[in-house]
């Protein structure tokens, strides 16, 4: 039995009575005549009664045909058996990819646009379903298709079309909300061919719906050749735009931590920053922040230009050592999720820094320790540890996050390689020399061509002359960030450091255009005095001078202390903290010393959605999670984050202590661009890609969609058959009126 | 004559409701386009002479009379008749159908009123059978001008009703009138054939000169209907829904078989056969009459 794809138009088959009934008025319409020649007009009927009835017969039947396919065609009957199969259609699978990146929640009036795409995903459904047999649903979201490969792609697979469908997929669909990713199309895209490969005696149907973001869609040029990939399989491919505009949005695109050093009780700065993606000037936008329970003060951005990104920052101070909360968040719009920015800060009672002095008596070392921790109510966060160059080779350096070397006048080689090991890996290294210091060591083995830590080849130690004439300060700094502190002040304490001797570069040396050295301070005679370089993940700085004032009289300076703790600063970035990072999606994974903790650790998860608050930001669920060793690491891995906000891992140490270690996972703020492209964008931009645009709300389902063999071609060629079989059948029963001249 | 023959057509002729002026209008109407007086008589007995007038027959002219008084007179003469018409007028049922202005009845009684008149004018001597399946009316055959008014009641009097049977009737009329004469049938002939053929044949054994002028609708002859329609017999008790025009083509053949073989009857019995439409002209009928009643006379 054929199906229908509007099977409530087969009542019009009622209508089949209509030529019967117009026979039966026509016999109560009948013109009387009173006929007097009665007996020639009786032979003639007798004559051709036979013939005249067959004739009406076959007239009424070829009538009521022509009704049953007029009927049939707008009903559009659709073959889905063998024969269906035989004349080309067979089962059909209808792929739905289910686009739920949170920018789908964007709402206006009292929809969203993922509320939207339900409705259409439901209306696909129903009518599917009532298509009857040969047929399968599989739902695929953008989120799901993103994860790894091992994890369930689908929430319908395809599901044959049976009558509990509409109960399964009505289940399905209630339980789905909007996911926070920013999962774009070309992974769904990818897993249709995955899941199901290419089609064997299956028409496939594949309904895209989406947004339609310009942030994906603008340049589709990787999509298309995916969506080109389905040419052969002759799949009908549908668009389906769930927005009906591009509305005004704000996000917050990142909240982190300033360079500086990240210890309890020293005052950080954190940077915010507020993007407009909407086509409107936003003025005077508060922006609220929390630090752990407690609220601070808002800030107030006094404008946002239409694309524009402004950035402040705000000061924290967390008295307590360990990992605290920061959480900004603006005001409801359009897609509330991109409005939260979630930080968690690991601070340490204090940073550890090690200072190695090659001199016994540890002159720089001192300066040094007592810049970095003068000590008193002045709280740097900095504990230094003066150690001798030994102390690299024998003990491990992790726990550092820089180290200090002056007046180095060797190192053996383990020592060498611990501190390479340690600079690669991301620790600061910053080098005072002095007088013990020998340019060919420092040469051979430390700079070694450019290969080695050290940033520059040195020359021989120079005095600097003086010029009482001159009354240009010794030393010329450049923008950099350790030095950005004194920018633009005019009598700046640097002004007034003198600088007597110090080692110059190796003579014709100068940093090249793409070489990872650069100069960032000079003396006056132009001289490099400070050269930097990046070794692996982590930063060396070199200060041609000592650190003590003995070539120079910088120490006492208080540009000295500063010019430290900046440095410390900036050596010691990226701050060592969690937050900015970590997206949406991305499993977590916990690796701790193994020998340290029970295998068994709590996650707690934050409440999901756009209700998300700082508040309720741990009040989800617990996710218990038997973590794996491997080796000394101790690793488990959450990989439900797909919400927002801050995470907690529940650790309990080998003696039964508690200790808690947090996550903050945040969006990729990208998603909140809701410009979109339309119809006759994404033709011009895919022209090798066939599909069919339409708006949600005015979705509709055509014969096409539905799979099987259409029968209405066919039956419009029987009709045309039909009637004209009729007129002839009809002229020939002389049903026809004779032309006039003929009547008289 | 086409100047008067107007005035001879059915509608024309249908404006005029009493039968006598009808045939008046129609007589006069023919004769006054004739260049040749119809007017001539056979008779021994000399009744009156009569001043001539255009259109008389040169040869009534009394020469002795325009010796002696240089004037044209026609003699005329008292004959009681010289020719004996007997109108057969049907007026079954089948006569009550029509589609133009005149029905058949109407028309066959226009004809032989006007006959009548015509006769009349002429000194001949007319006598009328109204007849369906019996005769209902009969008149004497008079050639008094007073006449006419009895032949009119006898058709008026006569409704139409019932179904033909003409045989009896030709049968009767050739027993009423023995004396030979000339007979003429106005009807539809819807009756059976054999019945009609005998009749015929019957008359003319009698020595009658016999005209049949057979009255018949255009519908009838055309058969034009077109649509659903419900025939009912006027005669035959039987009715008929239909397409007409599917079953057109099965009358058609049918009819004109039969008139084919009317037609080849009354040619065999000498018969003359006139097909009239109540459309026609009433003219023809008396044209037809006219060269009828010269041939008799010829013959005679």
Request: with cysteine.
């Amino acid at each position: 039995m054929p199906s229908f794809v509007h099977p409530g138009l087969l009542w019009g088959l009622g209508l089949l009575a209509v030529p019967v009934i117009i026979h039966l008025i026509n016999l109560f319409r009948h013109r009387r005549v009173e006929w007097a020649a009665m007996e020639f007009l009786l032979v003639s009927q007798k004559k051709s009664r036979r013939w005249i009835i067959l004739k009406q017969l076959l007239l009424l039947l070829l009538r009521m045909l022509a009704v049953a396919a007029v009927v049939f065609i707008v009903a559009q009957p659709l073959l889905n058996n063998q024969w269906g199969a035989l004349l080309g259609g067979s089962k059909t699978h209808h792929i739905v990819l289910w686009d739920d990146s949170f920018s789908m929640s964007d709402h206006w009036a009292d929809t969203t646009a993922f509320a939207e795409a339900k409705k259409v995903i439901r209306r696909i459904g129903s009518q599917a379903a009532a298509q009857g047999q040969g047929r399968s649903f599989s739902l695929i979201r953008f989120s799901r298709a993103a994860l790894p490969a091992d994890s369930k792609p689908a929430d319908l697979l395809a599901v044959p079309l049976d009558g509990e469908f509409a109960n399964r997929l009505s289940g399905v669909l209630d339980n789905l909300s909007v996911s926070e990713t920013a999962a774009g199309p070309l992974a769904a895209i990818e897993a249709v061919a995955r899941l199901f490969g290419a089609p064997e005696g299956e028409n496939r149907v594949i309904y895209l719906i989406s947004d339609f973001r310009a942030a994906q869609w603008q340049e589709p040029a990787e999509l298309e050749r995916r969506l080109a990939e389905w040419k052969p399989w002759g799949a009908q491919l549908h668009f389906v735009d769930c927005v009906s505009a591009a509305r005004d949005n704000l996000a917050i695109t990142a909240l982190r931590p300033q360079p500086g050093t990240l210890a309890a009780g020293v005052e950080l700065f954190l940077e915010v920053s507020v993007k407009n993606f909407g086509t409107n000037l936003v003025r005077e936008l508060p922006v609220r922040l929390r630090q752990d329970d407690s609220q601070l003060p808002s800030l107030v951005v006094d404008q946002i230009a239409p694309g524009a990104t402004e950035t402040r920052r705000f000061p924290v101070n967390f008295p307590t050592a360990g990992q605290h909360r920061v959480v900004a968040d603006l005001e409801s719009d359009p897609v509330a999720i991109d409005n939260f920015r979630y930080a968690v800060l690991d601070l340490p009672l204090s940073v550890p820094v090690l200072i190695v002095d090659g001199a016994p008596q540890a002159t720089d070392a001192r300066f040094l320790a007592l810049a970095m921790a003068p000590g008193g109510t002045v709280r740097t966060g900095i504990d230094p540890v003066v150690e001798t160059p030994s102390y690299l080779s024998s003990k491990p350096l992790d726990k550092f996050q820089a180290i200090y070397l002056a007046n180095i006048e060797n190192l053996d080689q383990p020592a060498i390689d611990a501190l390479e090991n340690f600079a690669r890996a991301g620790g600061g290294v910053a080098f005072f020399l002095g007088e013990l210091s020998s340019s060919r060591f420092f040469n051979e083995s430390l700079y070694r061509n450019g290969a080695g830590v050290f940033p520059l080849p040195l020359g021989n130690p120079l005095d600097l002359l003086v010029d009482r004439l001159n009354k240009t300060p010794d030393l010329d700094v450049s923008d950099h960030p350790i030095f950005s502190v004194f920018a633009g002040e005019r009598n700046s304490f640097l002004g007034t450091v003198t600088v007597e001797r110090y080692f110059s570069a190796a003579r014709g040396w100068k940093p090249e255009a793409d070489s990872p050295a650069r100069i960032i301070a000079r003396l006056r005679n132009g001289a490099p005095l400070v050269v930097e370089r990046k070794f692996g993940e982590g930063k060396v700085v070199a200060v041609l001078t000592t650190a003590a004032p003995v070539w120079n009289n910088w120490g006492p300076n208080p540009s000295f202390v500063i010019t430290l703790l900046e440095l410390q600063a900036y050596l010691a970035s990226p701050p060592r903290t969690t937050g900015d990072v970590h997206m949406v999606g991305v499993p977590w994974k916990l690796e701790v010393e193994a020998a340290a903790y029970q295998p068994r650790v709590e996650f707690r998860l934050p409440a999901g959605g756009p209700v998300t608050t700082p508040g309720a930001a741990l009040s989800g669920e617990r996710v218990t999670v038997d973590g794996t060793v491997s080796g000394a690491v101790l690793s488990a891995t959450l990989t439900d984050t797909d919400v927002s906000g801050i995470y907690e891992a529940e650790l309990t140490g080998v003696g039964g202590e508690a200790e808690s270690r947090r996550l903050a996972v945040n969006v990729a703020a990208e998603e909140g661009a809701l410009a979109t492209v339309d119809a006759s964008q994404l033709a011009a931009s895919m022209p090798d890609v066939n599909f069919e645009f339409h708006a949600a709300d005015s979705f509709q389902w055509t014969s096409r969609d539905v799979a099987g063999f259409s029968l209405s071609s066919g039956l419009l060629y029987l009709l045309a058959a039909l009637l004209i079989v009729e007129q002839l059948l009809a002229y020939s029963a002389s049903y026809h009126p004779p032309a006039r001249e003929a009547a008289r | 004559m086409p100047g008067s023959r107007r005035f001879l057509h059915p509608e024309a002729v249908s404006r005029i409701s009493r039968l006598e002026l009808r045939a008046r209008h129609v007589v006069e109407g023919f004769l006054s386009g004739m260049h040749k007086s119809p007017y001539f008589g056979q008779s021994i007995e000399f009744a009156q002479h009569r001043e001539y007038a255009p259109g008389d027959d040169p040869r009534h002219v009394d020469w002795k009379v325009w010796a002696k008084q240089d004037r044209y007179y026609v003699k005329q003469f008292e004959e009681e008749t010289n020719l004996r018409a007997t109108l057969l007028v049907d007026v079954s049922n089948s006569m009550r159908y029509g589609s133009g202005p005149l029905n058949k009845y109407e028309y066959a009684a226009t004809i032989a009123v006007s006959l009548a008149y015509l006769a009349l004018r002429q000194q001949d001597a007319v006598g009328c059978v109204s007849f369906d399946d019996t005769i209902r009316a009969k008149t004497p055959l008079r050639s008094k001008h007073n006449h006419l008014d009895a032949i009119i009641r006898a058709l008026e009097q006569s409704a139409p009703e019932q179904k033909t049977d003409l045989f009896g009737i030709l049968n009767n009329v050739a027993e009423s009138y023995p004396r030979r004469g000339m007979i003429v049938l106005v009807s539809d002939l819807l009756v059976e054939r054999d019945g009609l053929i005998r009749g015929l044949r019957l008359l003319r054994q009698r020595g009658h000169d016999v005209l049949v002028f057979h009255v018949m609708d255009d519908e009838e002859l055309d058969f034009p209907f077109t649509g659903p329609t419900r025939f009912e017999g006027l005669e035959l008790p039987d009715a008929l829904n239909c397409n007409p025009r599917a079953l057109r083509e099965g009358y058609l053949q049918a009819l004109g078989t039969y008139l084919d073989e009317v037609r080849r009857a009354c040619a065999q019995h000498t018969v003359d056969y006139a097909l009239i439409r109540t459309s026609q002209p009433l003219d023809a009928v008396l044209a037809r009459y006219l060269s009828n009643r010269l041939g008799m006379h010829h013959r005679n």
